[in-house]
């Protein structure tokens, strides 16, 4: 069973920096798209970022290219998503997501997310 638990949130100052930890457990990353989506209250979750092929790719959103970074660490089941440079439109509710497949795939009936994380940015 895939099981996603977050941590790693908080309240930050704009310009500073937050770790996000997404402990996988029972993931096979070499079948698994990890990614992380975020979602602010009256919004849909969207995606932020994503890897798979165990690093092979990564993908982010215009937003957050060259200040968000996604890695992953196989042989402790473990996905992060350093986040450096945060503004204040970053706050939102950040969830880690996985589904079979690759990043570029449709979502398939497999997708699990996790509970999420709150990360709020202050002006």
């Known amino acids: 069973e895939v099981q996603l638990v977050e941590s790693g949130g908080g309240l930050v100052q704009a310009g500073g920096s937050l770790r996000l930890s997404c402990a996988a457990s029972?993931?096979?990353?070499?079948?698994?798209?990890i990614a992380w989506a975020r979602q602010v209250p009256g919004k849909e979750r969207a995606g932020v970022a994503c890897?798979?092929?165990?690093?092979?790719?990564?993908y982010y959103i215009d937003s957050v290219e060259g200040r968000f970074t996604i890695s992953s660490d196989t042989a402790k089941n473990m996905v992060y998503l350093q986040m450096t440079n945060l503004k204040p439109d970053d706050t939102a509710r950040y969830f880690c997501?996985?589904?079979?497949?690759?990043?570029?795939?449709?979502?398939?009936?497999?997708?699990?997310w996790g509970q999420g994380t709150q990360v709020t940015v202050s002006s």
């Open positions: 029972g993931v096979d990353f070499d079948s698994y798209a």
């Open positions: 890897i798979d092929k165990t690093d092979e790719n990564t």
């Open positions: 997501v996985a589904d079979l497949g690759t990043c570029t795939d449709d979502p398939t009936p497999h997708r699990i």
